[in-house]
Nanobody
């Protein structure tokens, strides 16, 4: 089970930190990802992190503003979002990869089919 939290309403330029708590799976063995879905749009990749935390991947639209991290001892993955813009408004989902101890390229991280378990989503709204 994945439980995402930390969303809210902020003004443009502000920061938010999302967190995703995992339970019921050997968290440290699985890569993780964050996706987002704006109203009327498809679910898009935001960021991914390898099971060890050594490798991170980002969508071009968030590169340099967002940072993904994980704490395998606490079974959590976080997404720090800086310089938020109205286009970042969406429901944000965390997800765990299907295969344990897998090494993927950036393109594979961006696919929703790479993941099997999804959190319930947390809403981020950025006002202009």
């Amino acid at each position: 089970q994945l439980q995402a939290s930390g969303g809210g309403l902020v003004q443009a330029g502000a920061s938010l930190r999302l967190s995703c708590a995992a339970s019921g799976l050997p968290f440290a063995r699985y890569c993780m990802g964050w996706f987002r879905q704006a109203p009327g749009k498809e679910r898009d990749f935001v960021a991914g992190i390898s099971w060890s935390g050594k490798y991170t991947y980002y969508a071009e639209s968030v590169k340099g503003r967002f940072t993904i991290s994980r704490d395998n001892a606490a079974n959590t993955v976080a997404l720090l979002m800086n310089s938020l813009q109205p286009d970042d408004t969406a429901v944000y989902y965390c997800a765990s990869c299907r295969r344990p101890l897998a090494y993927y390229d950036s393109e594979t991280y961006s696919r929703t089919t790479t993941y099997d378990y999804w959190g319930q989503g947390t809403l981020v709204t950025v006002s202009s």
